[in-house]
Nanobody, 116 residues
Framework: QVQLVESGGGLVQAGGSLRLSCEAS????????MAWYRQAPGKERELVAS???????NYPDSVKGRFIISRDNAKNTVYLQMNGLKPEDTAMYYC??????????WGKGTLVTVSS
């Protein structure tokens, strides 16, 4: 059974930092493209960071320079370092592991709340 378990969310003041973790079981993340998405109340889910098997990363402009995605294949874990947090970063953050259309897995999310 495949599980992705996110952790590290919480309440932080604007300008602060958090590091999210996504630990996988049942699959080896070294074969998967990994990503973090977020969804704020009343909004669509959006990509905030992705990292390919090769280690290449991608960020939307809204978080570029503030968020860093990384992976530790030995620990089967992906991280999202979030710096310079803003109130508009408040959302549920989800981890995604994707190998193909049939091997596309999601965690249940971790809540990040940034106060002004």
């Amino acid at each position: 059974q495949v599980q992705l378990v996110e952790s590290g969310g919480g309440l932080v003041q604007a300008g602060g930092s958090l590091r999210l973790s996504c630990e996988a079981s049942g699959i080896s993340l070294s074969f998967y493209s990994m990503a973090w998405y977020r969804q704020a109340p009343g909004k669509e889910r959006e990509l905030v960071a992705s990292i390919r098997v090769s280690g290449g990363t991608n960020y939307p402009d809204s978080v570029k320079g503030r968020f860093i995605i990384s992976r530790d294949n030995a620990k089967n874990t992906v991280y999202l370092q979030m710096n310079g947090l803003k109130p508009e970063d408040t959302a549920m953050y989800y981890c995604n592991a994707r190998l193909s259309n049939l091997r596309d897995y999601w965690g249940k999310g971790t809540l990040v709340t940034v106060s002004s």
